[in-house]
C-alpha cells in the first residue's frame, strides 16, 4: 500500500490511518448504539478518545440496524479536525441533515428540502435564495414581533408566580407557544393563533419533530421498549399526517399573503415545493432551534447568578437610554457582554450536535496531535459539543464563561463558534451548508437577555434537562428597580 504523507504545510510528516474499529456487523453496530443512548453521548465518545488515544476515530453512529444501513463512521471530536465537515469542495452533503438515517419524504410533502440537498444540486442555491430573501425582506419585523410576543410571556411568568405560594413558571412551556408565534409574525406577518390553526401550532410541530428525531432519542422508557419502538425502525409518517396538513395550510396561506411564494416563482421554485421547504425551515430549523437554544440560554443565566445578571443589566439598560430609552438594533449591536453571553450559550450547548459528510476524494484530516487517512467515500462525523469544549481551544473548556468573547482576544476565538455549520466569523452563502439564519438566530438570543434584564434585576430558577435541552423552571423574578422601555 503507497505510505500517505501531509501536504507541505505539515511538514512532511506521516499520516497515519485512524484507530477504531466497526467490529462484528450488527453486533458491535448494536452495542455502540446502546452505549450512546444509556451510557451519556460524552462518556460515550469520551471513552473511545481515551482508549485510542485520539480525538479522530472510527466507530458506528446511531441509530444503527435496521435505521441506517451503515452506520459507519469517522468521529471527529476536535477543534482542528471538525471544520472539514464545512468544506463543501472536500465533502458531500447529500441526505445527511440527520446523519446516517434519513426520515421518509413523507413527512416534507414529497420532496427532498434544502437541508438534504447538497449545494451541487440546482435546487440548493434556488431554495437557499429564497430563504436568504425572505430574512433580509423581513428584518426589520423581527424586533416588533419579538418584543410584542416575548413581553406577554413575561407577563405569563409573573402571573403564574403571583398565583399562590410556592408556585414556579415553566420557561420552556411558555416559550414553545411564544416562539411559534413569534416565528409566524417575523417571517409571514400572520400570527398563527389568528388563523385556523389556533393554538396548536406548537404540539402539531412537535409530533412533526418527534418522527424525524425519535430515532436519536430516549424518552426514559423500558430500554427494550425503546429499541423496538423509536431506534430499529422508522415511526410511520401517518402518525403526524393531519398535524403536517395543518402546518401546512397555514404556511401556505401566511407566504401566498405576504408575497413569498411569488418570489419562489421568480427563482424558478414551484410554489408546492416552496411551501414544504417554508414549513421545513419555520418549524423544524426555527421553531426546533428556539425550542433548545432560549432555554439554554435562560438555564446558563440561572446558574450564573446574581452577579452577572447585575453587570448585564447595567450594560443593557445605559445602552438602550444612550439610545434614548428606545430597545434599537443597534443599541443591541454595542452590547458587548451581552452578546459574548449568548454566543457561550451556543458554544457550550450547541442546537445541533451532530455533522455529517461523505468524503468526496482522499483526504488527510488533521487533529491537534495528529493526522490522519480518510478514503473517498468514507462517512465523516462530527460531536460538535466536542469540538466547541475543546480543552486546547478554550480555557475553562466545561464551565460558562459569559465574557469568554468580550475584547479583541475574545473576538478571535468566535471562528471555533459552530453551531450554524460553518464558523461564526463567517456568513452563509447559497453554495455552502451554512445556516441562512444565523444572524437571526444571535440576534433572537440577544433580545431575550436584553428585554429580561429591563424587566428585572435578577431571577432564580430550577435547572434540569429534557429531551433536547435545558429545562428551566423560575421560582422567582426581582423587578427592576427604574422603569425602562
Not at 465537515?85 to 447529500?94: E, I, M, Q
Not at 411559534?180 to 401550532?201: H, K, M, N
Request: net charge neutral; hydrophobic share 40%; charged share 20%.
Amino acid at each position: 500500500m503507497a505510505k500517505w504523507y501531509f501536504s507541505s504545510v505539515t511538514d512532511g510528516l506521516l499520516a497515519k490511518e485512524v484507530p477504531g474499529s466497526y467490529g462484528i456487523p450488527f453486533i458491535s453496530a448494536i452495542r455502540d448504539r446502546l452505549g450512546f443512548y444509556y451510557d451519556g453521548q460524552d462518556k460515550f465518545f469520551q471513552s473511545r478518545v481515551d482508549q485510542h488515544n485520539s480525538t479522530v476515530l472510527r466507530l458506528n453512529a446511531p441509530p444503527g440496524p435496521f435505521m441506517a444501513s451503515n452506520p459507519r463512521v469517522i468521529a471527529l471530536l476536535d477543534a482542528k479536525s471538525f471544520p472539514v465537515l464545512f468544506d463543501v469542495d472536500k465533502v458531500a452533503k447529500r441526505d445527511l441533515f440527520t446523519g446516517t438515517y434519513m426520515p421518509s419524504t413523507a413527512l416534507t410533502g414529497g420532496f427532498r428540502v434544502c437541508a438534504y440537498l447538497d449545494p451541487s444540486e440546482p435546487k440548493h442555491a434556488q431554495i437557499k435564495q429564497l430563504l436568504l430573501t425572505l430574512l433580509a425582506a423581513r428584518k426589520d419585523a423581527v424586533l416588533p414581533a419579538f418584543r410584542s410576543e416575548f413581553g406577554a410571556l413575561f407577563d405569563s411568568i409573573e402571573a403564574e408566580l403571583n398565583s399562590g405560594a410556592g408556585k414556579s413558571s415553566d420557561f420552556n412551556k411558555l416559550n414553545d407557544g411564544t416562539a411559534f408565534e413569534f416565528l409566524g409574525e417575523a417571517f409571514f406577518g400572520v400570527r398563527p393563533s389568528a388563523t385556523t390553526l389556533g393554538s396548536t401550532g406548537p404540539s402539531r410541530s412537535t409530533r412533526w419533530l418527534f418522527l424525524q428525531l425519535c430515532p436519536l432519542m430516549t424518552l426514559g422508557l423500558p430500554k427494550i421498549l425503546e429499541e423496538l419502538l423509536l431506534h430499529t425502525f422508522p415511526l410511520p409518517p401517518l402518525i403526524a399526517r393531519w398535524d403536517y396538513k395543518a402546518l401546512h395550510k397555514y404556511i401556505s396561506e401566511a407566504a401566498a399573503s405576504s408575497g413569498v411564494l411569488d418570489t419562489a416563482n421568480k427563482l424558478g421554485i414551484s410554489r408546492d415545493e416552496a411551501c414544504h421547504n417554508l414549513l421545513f425551515a419555520t418549524v423544524f430549523n426555527s421553531y426546533g432551534g428556539m425550542k433548545v437554544l432560549l432555554p439554554g440560554i435562560m438555564g446558563c443565566l440561572a446558574k450564573a447568578g446574581e452577579g452577572l445578571h447585575k453587570r448585564l443589566a447595567k450594560e443593557i439598560r445605559g445602552e438602550v437610554a444612550a439610545a434614548g430609552g428606545k430597545v434599537t438594533v443597534a443599541a443591541v449591536e454595542r452590547m458587548e457582554l451581552t452578546r459574548s453571553v449568548v454566543y457561550e450559550a451556543l458554544r457550550l450547548d450547541p442546537p445541533v450536535k451532530y455533522q455529517y459528510g461523505h468524503a468526496k476524494r482522499d483526504l488527510v484530516i488533521e487533529s491537534h496531535d495528529g493526522a490522519y487517512k480518510v478514503r473517498s467515500g468514507e462517512m465523516l462525523f462530527g460531536y460538535q459539543p466536542f469540538a466547541t469544549r475543546d480543552p486546547k481551544v478554550f480555557d475553562q473548556a466545561d464551565q460558562f464563561v459569559p465574557d469568554r468573547f468580550v475584547g479583541e482576544e475574545g473576538k478571535k476565538l468566535l471562528k471555533y463558534v459552530v453551531w450554524s455549520n460553518g464558523p461564526e466569523t463567517e456568513s452563509p452563502t447559497v453554495a455552502d451548508k451554512q445556516c441562512p439564519g444565523k444572524d437571526l438566530v444571535v440576534l433572537v438570543g440577544r433580545l431575550l437577555v436584553v428585554d429580561f434584564f429591563l424587566r428585572y434585576d435578577s431571577f432564580t430558577a430550577e435547572v434540569g434537562t429534557q429531551l433536547l435541552g435545558a429545562q428551566v423552571n423560575i421560582t422567582s423574578l426581582a423587578k427592576a428597580s427604574t422603569s425602562n422601555n
